[in-house]
T-cell receptor, first 114, second 115 residues
Framework: KAGVTQTPRYLIKTRGQQVTLSCSPI?????VSWYQQTPGQGLQFLFE???????NKGNFPGRFSGRQFSNSRSEMNVSTLELGDSALYLC?????????????FGPGTRLTVL | AQSVTQLDSQVPVFEEAPVELRCNYS??????LFWYVQYPNQGLQLLLK??????LVKGINGFEAEFNKSQTSFHLRKPSVHISDTAEYFC?????????????FGQGTELSVKP
């Protein structure tokens, strides 16, 4: 079975631009969660999608948004990029999106904002 | 709100020595606990998880952890480490109900195994 894939792996943007990151979950997984990882703040939960609906949301501004498609693939979008948005963005998929289902993480997309 | 504290940001250890990575969490009615490992330029891999039952949990790569409810701890241990165990380790918690796939992570512990 193929693992969680994220595209692109690396991205460089400038302040004020917007960016879209993509996550393809493991086949059969219906839940996709997104996390931001930075040296200062560590791993922080952004949001979770289950069956095309946002089920949980972390404490991030509205510039961060996401969606999930009927094939469970998910995208996250960050508008009006700021320098502090530079981070590794990880997505994780699980079968049913419950906390006791193992979450399988992708390799991440490293976003650099200049 | 749940929180997780990993008490050591860096742990240097010699190969074949035992190691313990410490994790404390804020208490809750019901809690699920996890340890993940992250190798350079990779995502996170689940080492082990505690959901209920036996307080001693065994995971992959020879790691184990003990859930201690009275001390709200979930320390990770390995009796003999290898160079290949060099990585960053994250403790995570979920309080279960209505949280779905949301995990709260500690700040991470960088394990450095020296020959």
């Amino acid at each position: 079975k193929a693992g969680v894939t994220q595209t692109p792996r690396y991205l460089i943007k400038t302040r004020g631009q917007q960016v879209t990151l993509s996550c393809s979950p493991i086949s059969g997984h219906r839940s996709v969660s997104w996390y931001q990882q930075t040296p200062g703040q560590g791993l922080q939960f952004l949001f979770e999608y289950f069956s095309e609906t946002q089920r949980n949301k972390g404490n991030f501004p509205g510039r961060f948004s996401g969606r999930q498609f009927s094939n469970s693939r998910s995208e996250m979008n960050v508008s009006t990029l700021e320098l502090g948005d530079s981070a590794l963005y990880l997505c994780a998929s699980s079968i049913a999106g419950t906390d006791y289902n193992e979450q399988f993480f992708g390799p991440g997309t490293r976003l650099t904002v200049l | 709100a749940q929180s997780v504290t990993q008490l050591d940001s860096q742990v240097p250890v010699f190969e074949e020595a035992p190691v313990e990575l410490r994790c404390n969490y804020s208490s809750s009615v019901s809690v699920y606990l996890f340890w993940y490992v992250q190798y350079p330029n990779q995502g996170l891999q689940l080492l082990l998880k505690y959901l209920s039952g036996s307080t001693l949990v065994k995971g992959i790569n020879g790691f184990e952890a003990e859930f201690n409810k009275s001390q709200t701890s979930f320390h990770l241990r390995k009796p003999s480490v290898h160079i290949s165990d060099t990585a960053e380790y994250f403790c995570a918690v979920s309080d279960g109900y209505n949280q779905g796939g949301k995990l709260i992570f500690g700040q991470g512990t960088e394990l450095s195994v020296k020959p």
